[in-house]
């Protein structure tokens, strides 16, 4: 798998993980307006797309924000919550690799 190919598909995975993640499989009791931590992913997912650079550069920079989110929660929360947000900070470096092998490929 290209690393375009990764970049665009863990994007989507992890944004669709977030919007879940808040909303409905671990929300936090009275919270559920955290689902909106996916919106500034969803907005990138078009440009990753179609590979502007640009957007490559801002998922680059906000994708270690939410590994720190995920990895907090990881190790702080059980149960379904823990296992969520491992998934979440698994995610998060898998893309952080692959956006970081695409913009080392100057393509």
Do not use: N
Not at 1 to 14: C, D, I, P
């Amino acid at each position: 798998m290209s690393a375009a190919r990764a970049t665009v598909a863990g994007l989507v995975a992890l944004t669709l993980l977030q919007a879940l993640w808040g909303a409905w499989l671990a929300p936090l009791p009275g919270a559920r307006w955290l689902a909106l931590k996916a919106v500034p992913l969803a907005i990138l997912v078009p440009g990753v797309a179609r590979g502007q650079r640009r957007a490559r550069q801002w998922l680059a920079l906000v994708t270690p924000l939410y590994f720190g989110e995920a990895l907090v929660r990881a190790l702080t929360e059980s149960g379904r919550h823990g296992l969520v947000a491992a998934m979440a900070a698994a995610l998060c470096v898998v893309t952080f690799v692959a956006v970081l092998a695409w913009l080392r490929d100057g393509k």
